[in-house]
């Protein structure tokens, strides 16, 4: 099976991602370590950066933008009022909104600060400058949040992730990532309300690992089962721009939004299975199969 041609691109293309931030480090040096030397402009540039890489890559249609999530208890399409009872929501910030613009409107708009509605929202991502522990569970409740403000009775939920550049989780016992599936599993297992798509599909310290949720089974919808690869920084630093890249353009190309034929735009190894499988976590809201 070929390939090849893309993974080469997308391997070049992560690599000179990581040669920006390291030249921004580069510039404005810290004195005391690692890392740039003003640590909110540290990771305003990560996220800066992320955003400007997906704009790239993504259809026209679909900005990559950082905001809010307003879920107004309205009327929705001719005559959905499944929200009659409930009250406005609205999430916290979000450091990335990728989002419909050409067919959903916007409440607010100041440059790319946006605040929007949730049918047209695609993918929510929080970036880290590095991962470090107490983020696992923050960040992750706070995308589960704001994936619960986008439910709908008849579109497949955003795309979830947590992107870092680097990690500062170091444990031996359980080992790292083995740590990092178990707190998931606890925020995840005390929800009574969790939809399949309310859990992360990504979670990546690029330089190293990434940690992939699979597409759900349809005989078990409910199932999120998580697998892990670890990246060779030479030759695999591409896994974790195409995975997000994947998971973005499989619910903008979900027969639940579109009828758009999904075109072949990325390519993995062929034979490279995953290095290790974490386990399942179970919703009590399955998945929405629609293809």
């Known amino acids: ?6 993974q080469k691109f997308f391997q070049q293309e992560a690599l000179s991602m990581l040669d920006a931030y ?19 402009e540290d990771g305003r540039f990560v996220e800066n950066l992320i955003r400007s ?3 790239k890559y993504l259809p026209k249609e679909l900005e990559v933008l950082t905001g809010f999530i307003v879920r107004p208890a309205v009327k929705v399409g001719k005559n959905d009022k499944s929200r009659r009872n409930e009250n406005d929501h609205h999430s916290t910030q979000l450091d990335i909104v990728i989002y ?4 959903y409107p916007v409440f607010l708009r100041s440059n790319d600060t946006v605040i929007v509605p949730p049918e047209g ?22 995308l589960k949040e704001a994936s619960k403000l986008c439910r709908s009775n008849s579109l497949r939920g955003p795309y979830l992730a947590l992107v ?4 500062n989780i170091i444990r031996k016992r359980p ?23 309310d859990m992360i ?11 992939l949720k699979k597409r759900p089974n349809k005989k078990n919808p409910k199932e999120a089962r998580y697998v892990m690869f670890k990246h060779d920084y030479n030759t695999e630093n591409h896994l974790w721009l195409q995975f997000l890249l994947t998971g973005i353009l499989s619910v903008y190309y979900d027969n639940s939004r579109t009828n758009i034929t999904r075109p072949g735009f990325t390519s993995f190894p062929s034979g490279r299975n995953y290095d290790r499988e974490l386990g399942i976590i179970t919703a009590k809201i399955p998945a929405k199969i629609t293809d």
Do not use: Q, R
């Open 1 to 6: 099976m070929d390939g090849t041609t893309i």
């Open 22 to 40: 390291k030249n921004f480090e580069t510039l404005i040096p810290s004195p005391k370590g690692a890392g740039a030397e003003h640590k909110g």
């Open 53 to 55: 890489f997906l704009s």
């Open 100 to 103: 419909n613009s050409a067919h």
């Open 121 to 142: 929202v695609i993918c929510i991502i929080s970036v880290k400058k590095t991962l470090n522990p107490k983020d696992i569970k923050d960040e992750l409740y706070a």
């Open 164 to 167: 870092s550049m680097d990690n």
């Open 175 to 197: 080992e790292t990532i083995d740590w990092i599936f178990k707190n998931m599993k606890s925020l995840y297992d005390a929800d009574d309300d969790l939809a399949f798509d």
């Open 201 to 211: 599909g990504y979670i990546g310290a690029v330089k190293h690992w990434g940690i």
